[in-house]
């Protein structure tokens, strides 16, 4: 069955870095763009970004963007996302997603991995 695990939360101080990891299986990763979204208790769950099949394109929210970069390695089937310059306001739980390419939902998540930020 397909396994997303998300992987490098932490505890870091504001301005500091990050780098989560999404490790896929049973499914064939080039063929899926992959998500990141995040949640905190009491909000709806948001886009962070995703990368499409290649790596060629990358979409970014307003809030990480030129903070966080997504990435992948399609040879190990693991999609990254970089954060930097993180502020307490990143604190979530961040959740890597797989959506097919000719597909408009993501079908397939993670269990997420806890971010947390102090001031």
């Known amino acids: 069955q397909v396994q997303l695990v998300e992987s490098g939360g932490g505890l870091v101080q504001a301005g500091g870095s990050l780098r989560l990891s999404c490790a896929a299986s049973g499914l064939s990763f080039s063929s899926y763009t992959m998500g990141w979204f995040r949640q905190t208790p009491g909000k709806e769950r948001e886009f962070v970004g995703s990368i499409n099949w290649s790596g060629g394109s990358t979409y970014y929210a307003d809030s990480v963007k030129g903070r966080f970069t997504i990435d992948r390695d399609n040879a190990k089937n693991t999609v990254y996302l970089q954060m930097d310059s993180l502020k307490p306001e990143d604190t979530a739980a961040y959740y890597c997603?797989?959506?097919?390419?000719?597909?408009?939902?993501?079908?397939?998540w993670g269990q997420g991995t806890r971010v947390t930020v102090s001031p």
């Open positions: 997603a797989a959506r097919r390419y000719d597909s408009a939902r993501y079908g397939y």
